[in-house]
C-alpha cells in the first residue's frame, strides 16, 4: 500500500497544480478536505474549503499563475496518509511547502487535510 499511497498523493498533487494554473480555484479547493486548515505565510491562515477557495481565487484575479514544485518529497506517515515537503515557484512568487498533509479518502482519492507553506516575493 506504502506505494499505492506515494502514487496517490503525486495524481492529487499534479492535479491541484493543474487546477490552479488552469485558474480554477473551486478545483483547487476540491482538493481539500472540508474542514481543512490552511496557513499561508504571510497571508494567514484558513479554515474550510470556502475560505481557501476565496484565498486561491484571490491569487488568480492577482495573476499568480504557472506553479511547479521544486525537489518534491513524500513521505508515508500512517497507513492512510503522506507528507509532501517541497519547494514552489511561479510567474511572480516562491516559496516553500512546509507540510502538506494528505489523506486517502473512503472513495480512494487523497485529500488535504493540513497545507502549510510560506510565499516569498522576489521582487519585493
Known amino acids: ?3 499505492e499511497l506515494i502514487n496517490k498523493t503525486i495524481e492529487a498533487s499534479e492535479q491541484w497544480k493543474a487546477f490552479f494554473n488552469q ?3 473551486a478545483g483547487c479547493a476540491s ?18 474549503r470556502k475560505q481557501i ?4 481565487q484571490n491569487l488568480i484575479v492577482q495573476g499568480f499563475a ?3 514544485y521544486l525537489d518534491p518529497k513524500i513521505e508515508i506517515v500512517d497507513a492512510n496518509s503522506t507528507r509532501l515537503t ?5 510567474n511572480n512568487a516562491q516559496g516553500e511547502i512546509t507540510h ?4 486517502l479518502q473512503e472513495d480512494g482519492t487523497m485529500r488535504l487535510r493540513e497545507d502549510h ?6 521582487n519585493a
Not at 482538493?31 to 479554515?47: H, L, N, V
Not at 477557495?53 to 486561491?56: G, H, I, K, L, N
Request: net charge negative; no cysteine; aromatic share 18%.
Open 117 to 122: 507553506f510560506e510565499a516569498i516575493n522576489p
Open 66 to 68: 504557472d506553479v511547479t
Open 53 to 56: 477557495e476565496a484565498f486561491w
Open 23 to 25: 485558474g480554477n480555484a
Open 1 to 3: 500500500m506504502s506505494n
Open 31 to 48: 482538493m481539500y478536505e472540508q474542514d481543512t486548515q490552511m496557513i499561508a505565510k504571510p497571508f494567514g491562515e484558513y479554515e474550510g
Open 86 to 90: 517541497s519547494g514552489w515557484k511561479m
Open 100 to 103: 502538506e498533509l494528505w489523506v
